[in-house]
């Protein structure tokens, strides 16, 4: 028989060990190894092992049930005494509290966020499998990657590549007027948005639920749409829209209901609103056969793969395809690749976008600071609480006299932070009950309260809990379980030494984080200020576009005069022009080829707007060279030009150039050129832009009024146009507005770290508050002294408050490089941007510095101005 | 007057019997034995806890021995108030069944 195989089986072992304490432990399990060593020599191993275990599963129940009782009576005790520490120390407990629960809602709050944003896409089941096409091509020196891919690629990909399950192309449509006339009644008019071109195929590959409808047949036909739920409602009511007809009035084409889909998830870049179908392409583009073209990116190209491909598979594939496809275009210079649709939301800024996505640095910024926050709280915490230790010094002493180890002393004080830590919770609940509503408002998202009680989400509460609770007690508990009896109960030390350099260490901490969100926050504004100010070479804050479409528009561009000489007849226009894009909006990819050159494969490309002749004059442009468009004399089309574009393809004397068109192929001379604006988001490089005149390409009317009379022109414009159209809806941009728009990222993520920035600042000082105020209690005595012995009340205050403010210096000096060198890395995200400067480190400083001034002297002062008689008379 | 349970008692007696060879092996083998079938040692400790408790018997260290594998093992001995309990229990038996003689049992 061996050593080790007489001692008893190891689980019956660690039974004992966790229901017994330590002493009874030894005695116990000695007497069952004893008897069970017998057993062995008597009746053999297995029997031995089978007593063993019965008589185990016999006694345990006995056992269990004295450690509990006991237990339960010293938690009991435990939570009477937390309780009455709580209640003795209220100002401790409301700031630990207070601290606690701000942070815990501010992080609770942007883990939602950031949640959300991670989950993009994942409601359609197929989502790892399915991609968009990508395509990167280069024209002379500009490069451009496209989100979006030629129509003629999606049919050919399916039959060539064996890795392509199935593909559907979708085209967006800009913003339609649709309308639906009841029968005997008026029409319900609405201009919409989320309007796609899709070929049937989408319907599989995305798993769209119909509530109506057939899924098989619902895109077969030209001229059949399908409606979401809401959209369903919105013109039908509770009716059964199947057979209706609802009427496109800018295109001037009547579609049929033939199905109805259940509304998007909100966490897609495919926001849906209705879909027409492919067969409906020729009677929108005009030429059907200009669907089958390989080079126009004109839809967007989604691709199933096989379930057992991968997307490197796909792509070894490319080269050759590409070469065969583009057969006909030699010398043009494009790859495509996969794009998985879970990273559009975050990662993709293409051409042609659907929308603005987000960004995956914001995801990082915004889990940081959720982290960042927890962390403050928990160092408010561990300050509060290891100086709260000192008074409790006794009762800690008294417990481990009486016979406590330390582990149920550590154990003790763990509970008592998760007890806080919990109430801290339910304060929480309750602001996430409050805040939500406004939170949502913030990041644009449509979280409701009973969306966020999910087993997931509790769970991942309970986990921030959990951690947080441990994190912010475990040191504090082991601080103050570490005290020697003896010295406690004498009492005679002073109880500031020990933790004072790790307490300091904390509150610097704790200011370090809250000067770096003070200093990104005001670059932050400041670049966002610097967007909204920044002169971008044109009016912008001005201009009211309105929308032109159907038969107004023809009549608009037939006799533009009249309508013009109608609307300057209010006293606040200025100026009134057409054009074909809304500024800020994403204007098209057009090559201009001067006759001259004949490779027009070298050529970059351009962005190119449509205008008339009052264009200029209305965003107020910069003519620097040659004249404006003139109605007579530019009847046949004409260019004027930027200077970039000059630039771009190498004219030096642009004046007089006769160029050709990409689309219609036409030669028209360059007449002028202008100096190079900002008409896209000042994210980017200005592109050389290109100047048209074709009124009759337009769709907006440009309206320049007066600095605070848009109300009033707004109404008169109204009234105008309802008597001269009455059928046409009334729909209108600011322009300033409308180019803002493009910094949404940004302006979110502002609003946001502008509330961390608050809280963190917030949840720093409340630390402080409380160290001074410890500070002050435990120098109540010597204080009482100095003014007895003639202490100003200026002298006190000065002597109570220099250390805390000596804390908050170093923590700028330790801040400022790490926010610099951060806030540097963010700006280089934009061409055009601020620079930092010297008062964002002065006033990120003094702000904080202000802030803990007014924290520590409060308590200073009143701790000065106190009668010593107070704090001397018990002695 | 001194009331133990029966449990307490019987362990209690065992005690007194085992002299100062009492301890949680001996003591659940002694048991077993008077009662005739198997104690466990949960059933062992807790009357024993409480005699403890009511100072009928004390507890000692023992030198450290081979067959706890050099630990200590705590021996159990009767206090006087644990002897005069045992003598309080008898002298209630005798009084309660002194006349067994006229109970009938079948």
């Known amino acids: 028989m061996t050593f080790r195989s007489d001692k008893i089986p190891r689980p019956g072992k660690f039974l004992l060990r966790l229901l017994l304490d330590e002493d009874d432990y030894h005695q116990i399990a000695g007497d069952f190894e004893e008897s069970y060593r017998y057993k062995i020599t008597a009746t053999g191993k297995a029997w031995a092992c089978l007593w063993f275990w019965f008589m185990l599963s016999k006694s345990l129940p006995g056992f269990a049930w004295d450690t509990f009782y006991w237990r339960g009576v010293m938690i009991k005790n435990y939570l009477k005494i937390a309780l009455r520490v709580i209640k003795r120390q209220k100002l401790f407990s409301v700031l630990n509290i207070v601290g606690l629960a701000v942070s815990l809602t501010c992080a609770f709050l942007i883990l939602l966020h950031v949640k959300d944003e991670l989950s993009y896409e994942t409601n359609f089941p197929k989502a790892d499998r399915l991609y968009r096409i990508q395509t990167n091509s280069k024209y002379g020196s500009t490069f451009r ?20 399950e199935n593909t559907a192309r979708i085209r967006h449509l800009g913003r339609e007027i649709l309308s639906y006339t009841r029968p005997k009644g008026t029409a319900k008019r609405f201009e919409e948005r989320g309007g796609f071109i899709v ?99 004109a839809v967007f190209t989604y691709v199933l793969l096989g379930p057992d491909r991968t997307a490197a598979g796909f792509h070894a594939k490319v080269p050759e395809f590409m070469k065969s496809f583009h057969a006909e275009y030699p010398g043009r210079q494009e790859e495509i690749l996969l794009q998985p649709i879970r990273k559009i939301h975050l990662y993709s800024k293409l051409e042609g976008e659907i929308g603005i996505n987000s960004d995956i640095a914001y995801v990082y910024i915004f889990s940081g600071s959720a982290l960042l926050l927890l962390l403050i709280a928990a160092v408010n915490f561990i300050n509060l609480s290891t100086a709260q230790s000192f008074k409790r010094i006794k009762e800690i002493g008294i417990r481990k006299v009486v016979g406590a180890r330390r582990g149920q002393v550590v154990k003790q004080h763990l509970g008592e932070s998760l007890l806080i830590t919990a109430l801290a919770a339910c304060c929480t609940l309750l602001l996430l009950y409050f805040l939500l509503p ?24 309970l986990l921030m809990l959990g951690i947080l609770g441990l994190m912010a007690g475990i040191y504090p508990a082991l601080f103050a379980s570490g005290f020697q009896p003896v010295n406690t109960l004498k009492s005679t030390k002073d ?35 610097f967007f909204h100010d920044q002169d971008l070479g044109f009016d912008k804050d001005r201009l009211v576009a309105l929308r032109l479409y159907g038969d107004f528009r023809q009549d608009v561009i037939a006799d533009t005069e009249a309508l013009k000489t109608e609307i300057l007849r209010h006293s606040a226009v200025s100026h009134v022009a057409l054009s074909s894009n809304l500024l800020g909006s994403s204007f098209s990819n057009e090559r201009l080829t001067p006759v001259s050159v004949t490779d027009k494969n070298t050529l970059p490309m351009l962005r190119f707007m449509r205008v008339d002749e009052d264009f200029i004059e209305t ?19 004409a260019y004027i030009i930027t200077e970039s574009v000059a630039d771009a393809l190498n004219l030096e004397q642009p004046l007089g150039v006769e160029c050709n068109s990409d689309v219609h ?23 050389p832009l290109v100047l048209e005149y074709r009124p009759d390409w337009t769709g907006y009317l440009l309206v320049k009024v007066e600095t605070g009379r848009f109300g009033e022109v707004l109404e008169f414009l109204r009234q105008k146009f309802d008597e001269i159209a009455p059928d046409h809806l009334f729909s209108y941009v600011f322009v300033d507005e409308f180019f803002d728009r493009s910094y949404q990222n940004e ?36 204080i009482g002294i100095r003014k007895v012995l003639g202490a100003s009340v200026t002298n006190i205050s ?9 804390w908050v210096v170093i923590a700028n000096i330790i801040a400022w490089p790490a926010a610099y060198l951060a806030m540097n890395g963010w700006l280089a995200n934009f061409a055009y941007r601020v620079q930092i400067n010297v008062w964002t480190f002065l006033l990120s400083a003094a702000l904080v510095t202000l802030f803990a001034l007014v924290t520590v002297s409060y308590q200073a002062v009143r701790t000065a101005l106190g009668n010593p008689i107070d704090s001397l008379r018990y002695e | 007057m001194i009331l133990l349970s029966r449990s307490e008692e019987i362990v209690l007696l065992a005690i007194w019997k085992l002299e100062d060879n009492a301890y949680g092996v001996t003591i659940r083998d002694q048991v077993s034995r008077d009662t005739g079938h198997e104690w466990s040692f949960g059933a062992i400790y807790k009357p024993l806890k409480k005699l403890l408790h009511r100072d009928f018997v004390k507890k000692t260290g023992s030198e450290p021995c081979a067959e706890r594998g050099g630990r200590s093992k705590y021996l159990y001995t009767l206090t006087d108030g644990g002897k005069e309990a045992l003598r309080e229990i008898r002298r209630i038996y005798k009084s309660v069944w002194s006349e067994e003689s006229k109970i009938a049992f079948d």
């Open chain 1, 619 to 637: 965003a107020g442009l910069t003519i620097v060279m040659g004249r404006n468009f003139n109605r007579a004399s530019d009847k046949k089309g």
């Open chain 1, 495 to 529: 109880p500031r030494s020990g933790t004072t350099r790790l307490r300091k260490g904390l509150v610097i901490f704790q200011f370090v984080i809250s000067i770096f969100m003070i200093f990104s926050t005001i670059t932050i504004y400041r670049q966002l200020a």
């Open chain 1, 798 to 806: 000065v002597l109570m408050s220099r250390e805390f403010i000596l």
């Open chain 1, 665 to 687: 192929g036409e030669v028209e001379p360059i007449v002028g050129v202008i100096k190079d604006f900002h008409y896209a988001s000042l994210h980017n490089r200005i592109e």
């Open chain 1, 438 to 461: 406004f939170t949502n408002q913030l990041s644009g998202k449509g979280i409701v309260f009973g969306d966020i009680v999910q087993i997931p989400n509790v769970l991942l509460f």
């Open chain 1, 747 to 782: 302006n979110r993520g502002y609003s946001l770290f502008r509330i961390f920035a608050i809280v963190a600042l917030l949840i720093a000082c409340l630390g402080l508050f409380g160290l001074t105020v410890y500070a002050a209690e435990i120098r109540v005595k010597e």
């Open chain 1, 199 to 297: 070929d049937p195929a989408l319907l599989s590959m995305f798993d769209l639920e119909f509530l109506h409808g057939d899924p098989r047949t619902a895109l077969e036909e030209p001229g059949t749409m399908i409606l979401t739920e809401t959209l369903a409602k919105k013109y039908f009511g509770d009716d059964d829209p199947i057979g209706e007809t609802l009427l496109n009035e800018n295109r001037k084409l009547p579609f049929q209901i033939t199905g109805v889909i259940r509304d998007m998830p909100h966490n897609t870049h495919l926001r849906i609103h209705y879909m027409i179908s492919m067969a409906t392409i020729g009677s929108i583009i005009g030429n059907p056969e200009y669907f089958n073209n390989r080079t126009w990116k």
């Open chain 1, 145 to 164: 990657n496209w989100g979006a891919s030629a129509p003629g690629l999606g049919p050919v990909l399916k039959e060539t590549l064996p890795e392509v």
